[in-house]
């Protein structure tokens, strides 16, 4: 199957500090890619879509600005979280749709990366 | 608005069967999928229905029927590590896909 990976899975920040997640798909290509945001005990929350060579696609409430997405390729998305602060502090999660992607289209989740910013 | 409806929890006894149900109310219908999600991991897919009816993988089934807006995971056989939470997501006329919170299922032996 599909296989996408995240790194780091794991970081913890100071307060003010930017952070980098990337996001890549290793054995397919996929123009769009996902970022989501998962609170403890919570579902998924679509934070923005990411179309390779194109501006992200914002959610409703999602701070473009602070919420910085790079789709520079067809097998990397980065997302930048722009001085963190605790409350960022989430589980990040990205998935990837292929472009061989039959009509169901299936999205391919990385491992997710656990933020904590102090 | 959009919603889908889920249980929060779960318990079954290992070896039995259970039933997950989901409702939702969408703008438009593309496809309900089902994932699973262990703690602290990401979602897996576990299945896909677009047409109304019964689709079967192994242990794991899942049903849709469009006209009342309601699907269910099946799990049969039930094993300790299918402890965790099942996801019901709905793709909308827009194709974007709307989650449910989740049923977290605990398997007591």
């Known amino acids: 199957g599909a296989v996408v990976s995240q790194h780091p899975s794991r970081v913890i920040c100071k307060s003010g500090t930017s952070v980098k997640i990337e996001c890549r798909s290793l054995d397919f290509q996929a123009t769009t890619m996902f970022w989501y945001r998962q609170f403890p005990k919570k579902s998924l929350m679509l934070m923005a879509t990411s179309n390779e060579g194109s501006k992200a696609t914002y959610e409703q409430g999602v701070e473009k600005d602070k919420f910085l997405i790079n789709h520079a390729s067809l097998t990397l998305s980065t997302l930048t979280v722009t001085s963190a602060h605790p409350e960022d502090s989430s589980f990040y999660i990205c998935?990837?749709?292929?472009?061989?992607?039959?009509?169901?289209?299936?999205?391919?989740f990385g491992p997710g990366t656990r933020l904590l910013v102090l | 608005g959009q919603n889908i409806d889920q249980p929060t929890e779960m318990t079954a006894t290992e070896g039995a069967i259970v039933q997950i149900n989901c409702t939702y109310q969408?703008?438009?219908?593309?496809?309900l999928f089902w994932y699973q999600q262990h703690a602290g991991e990401a979602p897996t897919f576990l299945s896909y229905n677009v047409l109304d009816g019964l689709e079967e993988k192994g242990r794991f089934s899942s049903f849709l029927s469009r006209s009342k807006g309601y699907s269910y995971l099946l799990l049969k056989e039930l094993q300790m590590k299918d402890s965790a939470s099942y996801l019901c997501?709905?793709?909308?006329?827009?194709?974007?896909?709307?989650w449910g919170a989740g049923t977290k299922l605990i398997i007591k032996p």
């Open positions: 998935s990837a749709r292929s472009m061989e992607g039959q009509d169901w289209e299936t999205q391919y």
């Open positions: 997501a709905v793709r909308d006329s827009n194709y974007q896909l709307i």
């Open positions: 969408t703008s438009g219908f593309n496809g």
